[in-house]
């Protein structure tokens, strides 16, 4: 008989796509898996790359599942007003095993009160601002405090996921799925973080990001 690992992960309207992709690709491959796309409303959510992924969970029908996963997204300012979504990443953290964001998903962890005192990380972009919940920001791609994962930006996701699955079901299936899935990162360019890009890069970033705001 195989025991089901139920693994809750919050979608909004606007969430990044990667976000949600990534690490799901890699924890579905753990034998005995079960992910449930979880919103306050059902229904299709509209990511930040136009494809839609569909809620097929209310809040209130999550009970105590062992992996919270939040990811990020420009679509956490709206979620960010909202208490009951708060709440509830808080309430079913208090019961998880495992509770990880990717990118921005770690400033909801911050805002439900999760982050206080514990090492974290999120995109490069907003880590000053997990000082703003107590936590300790880390320039790292991925940060192991206790129960809480949390990785930096987008990408960043998918080491996140090969990380817990090493937690969950050892180091021999985390390396049979990434090889499963080649994840043999060999990027062109050696530009992926704001210490590697070259000035002009920032800055093009940079104003992007402030005109978005």
């Known amino acids: 008989m195989i025991v089901l690992m ?7 309207d606007n969430v990044n796509a990667l976000d ?7 924890l ?14 059902t229904g299709p ?7 839609k992924f569909t809620a097929d969970y209310t809040l209130e029908r999550i009970k105590e599942p062992e992996i919270l996963l939040v990811p990020g ?9 909202d208490s009951s979504v708060l709440n509830w990443i808080n309430q079913k953290h208090n ?8 990118c921005t998903g770690a400033v909801l962890l911050g805002m439900a009160g999760i982050l206080k005192g514990l090492d974290a990380t999120t995109h490069w972009m907003r880590l000053p601002s997990l000082n703003d919940f107590g936590a300790k920001p880390q320039k790292k791609r991925v940060v192991i405090d206790g129960k809480v994962i ?6 960043a996701g998918i080491d996140m996921a090969l990380y817990l699955t090493k937690l969950i079901a050892g180091e021999t299936t985390a390396k049979a799925i990434q090889l499963a899935l080649e994840y043999d990162p060999a990027p062109p360019f050696n530009a992926g973080s704001p210490d590697k ?3 002009e890069i920032l800055q093009l970033v940079m104003k992007k990001a402030a005109q978005r705001l």
């Open 6 to 12: 139920e693994i809750a992960v919050l979608i909004f």
């Open 20 to 26: 949600v992709a990534g690490p799901c690709e890699v």
């Open 28 to 41: 579905s491959k753990i034998p005995g898996t079960i992910i449930k796309y979880v919103s306050k409303e």
């Open 45 to 51: 959510k509209l990511t930040d790359i136009g494809i």
């Open 73 to 81: 997204g420009h679509g956490i300012e709206s979620v960010a007003d």
């Open 95 to 102: 019961t998880s095993t495992w509770t990880a964001s990717v």
């Open 150 to 155: 949390t990785s930096a930006g987008v990408s």
């Open 197 to 199: 890009a070259p000035k």
